[in-house]
T-cell receptor, first 111, second 115 residues
Framework: AQTVTQSQPEMSVQEAETVTLSCTYDTSESDYYLFWYKQPPSRQMILVIRQEAYKQQNATENRFSVNFQKAAKSFSLKISDSQLGDAAMYFCAYNTDKLIFGTGTRLQVFP | NAGVTQTPKFQVLKTGQSMTLQCAQDMNHEYMSWYRQDPGMGLRLIHYSVGAGITDQGEVPNGYNVSRSTTEDFPLRLLSAAPSQTSVYFC??????????????FGPGTRLTVT
């Protein structure tokens, strides 16, 4: 069965600094997609970034980028120039035919 | 577009009562799904549908029923509520399940408490 592990229940970062959230997954599939979703206190789930397993180039969306290591089954999220609005729960997720989530990392951003 | 809508936003049930959580989307999406979110456990898939008339079980289907008679609607039924079903429930939809890279759009959630 596919599993997604986020080993950091909580992280904190100073405003304008960089933080990296970790995610590992377990699968026997060769083609799949990986996602990072953000859930602010409003509870709304927001897609941050996605990566296709066949693409070697790491995905980037403005201040958000990933470090995708397929052989190691690792998919970390780097947030650069952190802003107060980045404070939220962040969920890593894996999809072949069903979207499977990790348990989440709560990110606090301090001024 | 309203996106994905869920009703109600909050609900309190007594043990043994039944109810239906409503979910609708106006984006003509093929794929719809239900998740529950519990503290420390992330989101877990309850049931999903790849199109009208087709449903399948996710990770935690026990105690829940679904049907998909139209593309737009995907209601979740609790047959006999139990305190273990206290949770926040999210409905989501995406254009298609294949390939699996399409973004899933989430509703605002329903907070359900079973006493």
């Amino acid at each position: 069965a596919q599993t997604v592990t986020q080993s950091q229940p909580e992280m904190s970062v100073q405003e304008a600094e960089t933080v990296t959230l970790s995610c590992t997954y377990d699968t026997s599939e060769s083609d799949y997609y990986l996602f990072w979703y953000k859930q602010p206190p409003s509870r709304q789930m927001i897609l941050v970034i996605r990566q296709e397993a066949y693409k070697q180039q790491n995905a980037t969306e403005n201040r958000f980028s990933v470090n995708f290591q397929k052989a190691a089954k690792s998919f970390s999220l780097k947030i650069s120039d952190s802003q107060l609005g980045d404070a939220a729960m962040y969920f890593c997720a894996y999809n072949t035919d069903k979207l499977i989530f990790g348990t989440g990392t709560r990110l606090q951003v301090f001024p | 577009n309203a996106g994905v809508t869920q009703t109600p936003k909050f609900q309190v049930l007594k043990t043994g009562q039944s109810m239906t959580l409503q979910c609708a989307q106006d984006m003509n999406h093929e794929y719809m799904s239900w998740y529950r979110q519990d503290p420390g456990m992330g989101l877990r898939l309850i049931h999903y549908s790849v199109g009208a008339g087709i449903t399948d079980q996710g990770e935690v289907p026990n105690g829940y029923n679904v049907s998909r008679s139209t593309t737009e609607d995907f209601p979740l039924r609790l047959l006999s509520a139990a305190p273990s079903q206290t949770s926040v429930y999210f409905c989501a939809s995406s254009y298609s399940s294949s390939p699996p890279g399409y973004e899933q759009y989430f509703g605002p959630g329903t907070r359900l408490t079973v006493t």
